[in-house]
């Protein structure tokens, strides 16, 4: 699944300062029915931000109109649970290309990498001044730089580094995925397969 | 070079290594099911790519499937039509398929090891965060993304980084009544819901060489729920004797052959990890969750802690305990108890019936809880039938479904109501996980059967 290239994203963010958010959260199994990726940015978060009756919960931040954007900051440990890349279908389709925590979740972080999604990693501290900012204003802007692999809180120019791989940066510089590159080298695959015992 | 299990069984499979970028590793076995295939095999017909290796996946129902009536048409058209193109993309590229009602027909993760699929050595990836279990017998195992059910229908191979290592030894033995899902769950309250993200764990040491194969496949099965990649066990005499003669496992010479290169499979004595831990076995008793991550468990004879006892901020586990309706400092003996789940990936296999039924044999199902005992493959229900132990659950006031993932993530029509409170086997208590509003405790089969006859949270140990 191609998807769009990823360069500056410059943008208010979406705050959800809780911890432990995990992908039956992010969107419940019973949303996962779907053979198509189409509309799960709709059952976002549903449970945090709809009411049984389905009208939404004043008290989430999706539903507070202050709050929108295209980057989403949530608490440490973001994505943890299970393999569904439904949960990254839904953060992308809702909108938001960059989640923003001190720690995420391996399968989570790598979906979000294979959709196109930056997870971007910033140290506790930050996470917090990010918070704080936003709270204190909610059109704060966060600036995500690729290229320079840079996070900026643009109200006061604080600036933090982030890691990612040569290879993903270029993928998601490029648009590229893996199936691209897998699709390059079968003739190598191939002749590996034959070498195996089993 | 001194090499871990794990760097054996990783490097014998890396097909490239990526200059600053990931490893190209081979897999020698897929699992797909209904719920995280569909769209890889969207890809694949957008992209116009055949399936490279057919013979290498294997197609069940699982996740989305009724436990009643299974013979009947499946009633909700979403589920219906998930089912179907599972079965229309199995046929369409040639891949086996053990749909709703075939025999060979289970749990993914609890019928690769019944056929053989699963063997010591391989690599096995499924769209499921649960394929660790496969790990129990040597391989390295873990869950994917749908991106990446593609990239192996269409390559074979995935793209990621090597983890880092990670090994945590049990020592001693266990006591009377605790099991292996007390151990993972000791674990995993130990080491937090994150403490092993970014690591592959191996798991060494008495207890778990004492372990029977179901007991470690419980135990991997749960490496995912500390963050970890995967977990694995170096293959032993017990896995070998559990893998022999099973349908996909090698024959005659080949098995010969197999077995040579199996024993050399484990972690090279000067080999090193990056992190380590050791706990004592006999430490650990029967174990169960209060919160609404696996890693907030404690024994079932403590108490709830307090928020400044605990890693992590304040606010979310006030918000936890909220949703669970618990407070601080109470006990968990005596909880209320509505509904109880055995069943899933984590436990539920023959020895977890095994275990239930032992306990609740000669006494009666509580009037105020609803049981549902989930078998995790038809082979484990015809097995439940075979050794009495369905007499025993009868006699005693419980029935039987069908197999299938049922109410550990409720996707089917097996929920656990808003506020009502269930001792589940299954591996995690998230918010909503078992139902919309449904409160889950996890934890072992003999703390659900307690509960199931008691009607309350009870310590099994005053049971047995």
């Known amino acids: 699944m191609a998807y769009d290239k990823f360069t500056i994203l410059k943008s208010t963010t979406v705050p959800l300062p809780i911890e432990n958010v995990d992908t039956d959260q992010i969107i419940p199994a019973r949303f996962l029915k779907a053979t198509e990726r189409v509309g799960f940015g709709d059952n976002l978060f549903r449970d945090w931000r709809y009411n049984s009756d389905n009208t939404p919960k004043s008290d989430f931040v999706l539903n507070n109109p202050v709050y929108s954007g295209k980057i989403l900051v949530g608490g440490k440990n973001f994505g943890s649970g299970s393999s569904r890349e439904h949960a990254a279908w839904a953060v992308y389709d809702y909108g938001f290309r960059c989640v923003v925590s001190s720690f995420f979740a391996d399968i989570f972080k790598n979906n979000c990498l294979n959709i196109g999604v930056l997870p971007v990693q910033v140290s506790p501290a930050f996470l917090e001044k990010i918070f704080s900012a936003v709270f204190a204003d909610a059109q704060a802007q966060l600036e995500v730089n690729l290229p320079a692999q840079t996070i900026t809180l643009l109200a006061t120019g604080e600036q933090e580094k982030f890691d990612i791989s040569p290879y993903k940066k270029d993928n998601l510089s490029n648009g590229f995925d893996d199936i691209d590159y897998l699709q390059n080298i079968r003739g190598e695959i191939q002749d590996f397969a034959a070498t195996l015992p089993f | ?464």
């Open chain 2, 1 to 464: 070079m001194s090499k871990t299990l794990f760097d054996k069984v990783w490097d014998s499979h890396v097909v490239r290594k990526i200059e600053g970028g990931p490893d190209v590793l081979f897999i020698d076995r897929h699992l797909i099911h209904e719920v995280t295939s569909p769209v890889a095999f969207l890809g694949l017909k957008n992209r116009d790519i055949k399936v490279l290796y057919p013979e290498r996946t294997f197609a069940t129902a699982d996740h989305n499937t009724p436990t009643i009536n299974q013979h009947l048409p499946v009633s909700d058209p979403l589920s219906a039509n998930q089912l179907k193109a599972l079965e229309n993309n199995a046929n369409a590229y040639g891949i086996r398929h053990w749909g709703l009602g075939h025999q060979k027909n289970g749990i993914v993760h609890v019928i690769g090891p019944e056929h053989g699929i699963t063997q010591p050595g391989a690599t096995i990836v499924c769209g499921d965060s649960h394929t660790s279990t496969h790990g129990a017998f040597g391989a390295i195992a873990f869950g994917i993304g749908t991106s990446e059910v593609e990239m192996v229908l269409a390559s074979q191979c995935i793209m990621q980084p090597k983890a880092k290592k990670m090994r945590i030894s049990v020592t001693g033995s266990l006591s009377k009544g605790v099991t292996p899902k007390d151990v993972a769950l000791f674990i995993i309250s130990k080491l937090t819901t994150s403490g092993a993200t970014g690591y592959f764990v191996e798991y060494a040491g008495e207890v778990f060489e004492k372990m029977s194969m179901e007991g470690r496949m419980t135990v991997c099965n749960l490496s995912i729920e500390m963050g970890a990649r995967g977990g694995m066990i170096a293959p032993d005499q017990t896995t070998f004797d559990y893998i022999k003669d099973r349908e996909f496992t090698p024959k005659g010479d080949a098995w010969d052959k197999a077995m040579a290169y199996w024993q050399t499979l484990k972690t090279d004595a000067d080999a090193t990890f990056d992190k380590e831990f050791t706990f004592d076995g006999s430490s650990i008793e029967p174990m169960i969750t209060y919160g609404t991550n696996p890693g907030m468990g404690i024994g079932i004879s403590n108490h709830i802690p307090d928020a400044s006892e605990v890693e992590g901020g304040v606010t979310t586990y006030e918000k936890s305990l909220g949703y669970m309706g618990f407070h601080e400092g109470e006990s968990m003996i005596g909880k209320k108890v509505d509904y109880v789940f055995v069943g899933s990936c984590t436990n539920g296999r023959i020895e977890d019936f095994r275990a239930f039924t032992s306990l609740i044999k000669g006494k009666k199902k509580a009037e105020n809880v609803t049981v549902w005992l989930v078998p995790g493959s038809h082979i484990v229900e015809e097995q439940i039938k075979k050794e009495g132990l369905l007499d025993v659950l009868t006699e005693a006031g419980f029935t039987l479904r069908q197999p299938g993932c049922s109410a550990c993530l409720a996707m089917n029509d097996d929920k656990v109501p808003a506020g009502k409170y269930a001792v589940s086997t299954s591996n995690r208590n998230f918010e909503g996980r078992q139902g919309p509003g449904a409160r889950t405790m996890l934890a072992s089969p003999l703390v659900a059967a307690a509960a199931a006859i008691t009607g309350v949270v009870t310590d099994p140990r005053t049971l047995i």
